[in-house]
Structures are given as C-alpha cells and as structure tokens.
C-alpha cells in the first residue's frame, strides 16, 4: 500500500469513527408532541411560545421570527439517559401555567437541546410541550421567517 492510499484509508477511518460517535436525537419522546415547522408556524400564530434553546450567538445570527431565547446548558451525555443535573435550564422564563402550550427547538438531529428542554420541561410538569426536532435546518429549508 503506497503512502496516499494508506492516509485516504486512516481519513477514512476517522471520519466514519466521528460519525459513529455524533448521535442523533430520538425521533419521539414520551409525552411530548413532535412537530413540524407548518405545525410550529400555526402554534405561533395562536400565541403559543417558541423557545429557542441555542447559545445566544446562534439566537442572535439567525432565529425563528419571534422566539424567546432560553438557552439549554448542557454538560451531559447526548444520550436519552442525560443526567439533568449537570445541566442549567432557566425554566422561569417559561410561561408559569403549566398547561400552556410551548415549543422547543434547536438544530436538529445532532442538536440534544431542544431534546433534553422538552424532557425537563415534561418532568416538571408542562402538558402540552412540543419538540420541533427539525428546528433551524428545517424551518431555513423552506425559508420560513427568521429575524
């Protein structure tokens, strides 16, 4: 094996090690509703928040037109057993009925946390949260408004 080929061969190696390692968000979460930016778009329209849990640099460039930025802090695991404890959520700044509505989103499938938000948020007792797992990608892709 000359050289060239023996670096294309650890190239890639290493790029399907790195894709083996980001792991993708769960298509559902138990009591938590799935939506689409459409779905997003028509909550919005009735009052209900959508929550965008980026850091503040990613709300600032680019955000669904008239989210609220709450962001997630995560130290834990991108895994479904996250340890919630390691991570800052501001659940204050979410509405105090906890039967309203909201919606969560970040950037999508690698993205755990609109993910890990709307867990939190469930667990402490919001009924009616929504994970729009498409988040930034989705709603860009279909040049939906931002600000």
Same mark, same amino acid.
């Given at each position: 094996m000359n050289k060239r080929m023996f670096f294309v061969a650890c190239a890639a190696s290493l790029l399907l090690a790195t894709a083996a390692?980001?792991?993708?968000?769960?298509d559902a979460i138990d009591g938590v509703k799935l939506v689409t930016a459409e779905q997003v778009q028509t909550l919005q329209a009735k009052g209900v928040p !959508? #929550?965008?849990t980026r850091v503040p640099v990613e709300y600032?460039?680019?955000t669904i037109k008239g989210a609220i930025s709450v962001p997630y802090k995560e130290k834990s695991a991108k895994d479904v057993g996250f340890d919630k404890t390691q991570d800052s959520f501001d659940?204050?700044?979410l509405p105090a009925d906890k039967g309203a509505p !909201? #919606?969560?989103f970040c950037n999508s499938g690698e993205c755990w946390k609109s993910y890990?938000?709307?867990v939190v948020a469930r667990d402490a007792g919001y009924k009616q949260v929504h994970w729009f797992r498409g988040g930034m990608p989705e709603w860009s892709s279909k040049d939906l408004p931002t600000q």
């Open positions: 390692q980001a792991k993708v968000t769960p !959508v #929550i965008d600032a460039e680019k659940l204050s700044k !909201v #919606i969560f890990k938000a709307s």
